[in-house]
């Protein structure tokens, strides 16, 4: 068997030869570039069955890389494959799809899957090179019995791609040459519930009735022009509710440029449009609550500022004036605490959260810190009581811990109704543990895990105020610590947290994943 050819991108040399190692066999040769134009040099030497191209290099990204690889006829259709540390960046990942890529690869990357990737590109390739082989034999052979032979030769490949589906995580279809789907795989029925005879014809019937009309416009633009299809569209699930996925499907050629057939995918992406609309949310709630104690803070300075312009007797009395600044110092010191949660977000995600250890007295830092929140307690007309009289000796960071408690009980009293709240210090074995107990509004089950995630909370960010990244800051904190925190919540019962850090635990990036080890070198 003559190896197929897959090629390497990345500047990184020890990147490449870790993937060298990963996809070392007999039936792959695998080939190296350093930059992008070496990559595009080494794609005039030969045919190749997938890219593995690194998103971030100098002087021409992977983007770019692909954007020109794209444009070359000879070139465009090889898959891509890109390999990121960024992935979770939903706007990332749609600009790789724009530019054609057929997957993303996260790292740390995991041996088993790339060499599962690879192998599924690498008997496609073999599939096309022998059916394109076949092909020419038979026009060179028998050019009067062309058209039997091609057909024959469609069908082999339809034969071949659904074997090949059911290893593929997709809804995988295919349409013969005039658009008439004929194929779905198994997949589509454990999803839609429908049969394949039921679903043969189209897939419009359960896409999403104001998604109808674009989807079937941009299937007959793509038939028309026999460029690859591509659109957004909710298919309905077998429970009726809709999510939303990326339909894409390719053309399948003659050798005289003929449309035999469409290979086509359904993806799911309805955690990328939720984290879309979460950021939108965020940064609309962001806005406001920065605005509120700016407009406050001024307001209060305006006053201050008046008096002096109008008559003796209009001057602000001493009281007066004590009470603008209290309200003014109030309003500087939640600005600096929003801000304090943004730089945090960003040092979390740059993987930059650093840690002082010192050996504290987890219970008489817990006194402290409700003492200092003893004003927004009396505020919020919610009565602390702590249960904290024996020390915990433990070594952690003490401003880290600090803010872990000011997030747990700010969070009380802002969904604690204002009922009494319970702060509980004690030791479990090697364990220092916080738990701090509320008997509010309580948590739906569905929500227990997404309040943890970055902008998200279980209610209205409107209505209780906040930028969602409390418990986000908290668990990455604690994770740090090597530490665990976990919920315990029902609908109108209130809320129990329970923190668990390692008295003698060493620091670990548990909580912060992109900061991993990832292929020796890369940032990207």
């Keep these: 068997m003559i190896p197929v050819r897959i090629l390497v991108v990345d500047d990184h040399p020890e990147n490449r030869t870790a993937l060298r190692a990963i996809l070392s066999a007999p039936d792959y040769q695998i080939v190296e570039a350093g930059s992008g134009a070496e990559a595009l040099f080494r794609l005039l ?53 724009e530019v054609g890529a057929v997957d993303y ?52 490949n339809e034969r071949h791609y659904r074997t090949l589906a059911q290893a593929v995580p997709h809804i995988v279809w295919t349409a013969r040459g005039d658009g008439a789907v004929d194929y779905f795989n198994q997949r589509w029925f454990e999803y839609t519930g429908l049969s394949v005879e039921q679903a043969a014809g189209s897939w419009f019937g359960i896409v999403h009735p104001d998604d109808v009309a674009r989807c079937q416009t941009d299937w007959e633009n793509a038939m028309r022009s026999g460029e690859m299809f591509r659109t957004e569209c909710r ?15 390719v053309p399948e050629r003659s050798t005289t440029g003929q449309i035999l057939s469409w ?24 806005s406001h609550e920065l605005r509120t104690p700016l407009a406050t803070l001024q307001l209060e300075i305006q006053m201050l500022l008046k008096p002096s312009r109008r008559l003796p007797q209009a001057v602000l009395s001493p009281e007066q004036i004590t009470a603008k600044l209290e309200m003014a110092s109030r309003q500087v010191e939640r600005l600096t605490r929003l801000i304090a949660e943004l730089m945090d977000v960003s040092r979390i995600t740059a993987g930059r959260l650093e840690l002082e250890l010192e050996e504290i007295d987890l219970s008489a830092l817990v006194r402290d810190v409700v003492g200092r929140l003893d004003e927004e307690a009396t505020r919020t007309h919610s009565h602390v009581e702590i249960r904290a009289s024996l020390p915990v000796i433990g070594m952690w960071d003490r401003t880290r811990v600090e803010q872990i408690v000011t997030n747990l009980l700010t969070n009380a009293f802002k ?22 107990v509320d008997h509010g509004i309580g948590i739906a089950p569905e929500d227990v ?53 390692p008295k003698r635990g060493t620091p670990t990036q548990k909580g912060v994943p992109w900061r991993e080890p990832a292929l020796t070198g890369s940032t990207s």
């Design 45 to 97: 030497e030969g045919d190749f069955a997938v890219l593995l191209i690194d998103v971030v290099m100098p002087d021409m990204s992977g983007f770019e890389l692909a954007a020109a690889i794209k444009e070359r006829e000879k070139t465009a259709a090889i898959p891509i494959v890109f390999l990121t540390a960024q992935a979770t960046d939903v706007d990332l990942v749609f600009k790789g799809y």
């Design 105 to 156: 690869l996260m790292k740390p990357l995991v041996p088993e899957m790339i060499r599962a990737k690879v192998a599924v590109f690498a008997q496609l390739f073999r599939e096309r090179t022998r059916n394109e082989q076949q092909a020419v034999r038979l026009l060179e052979a028998e050019r009067n019995e062309n058209e039997l032979r091609l057909i024959e030769l469609r069908l082999a």
């Design 235 to 249: 298919l309905q699930a077998s429970d009726g509710t809709f999510l939303w996925h990326v339909c894409r499907a």
């Design 263 to 286: 290979v086509g995918t359904f993806t799911d992406i309805e955690d990328q449009k939720r984290a879309l609309r979460a950021r939108d949310e965020f940064l609309s709630v962001a």
């Design 415 to 436: 969904f604690g109704g204002g009922k009494p709240i319970e702060i509980t210090v004690e030791e479990s074995g090697p364990i220092g543990r916080v738990v701090v």
């Design 449 to 501: 895990e997404r309040i943890f995630q970055r902008y998200e909370q279980a209610v209205s960010s409107r209505t209780f105020g906040g930028l969602g990244l409390g418990l986000y800051i908290a668990r990455q904190i604690i994770e740090s610590h090597g530490g665990t925190i976990r919920v315990e919540s029902q609908p109108g019962t209130g809320s129990t947290f329970t923190v668990d850090l």
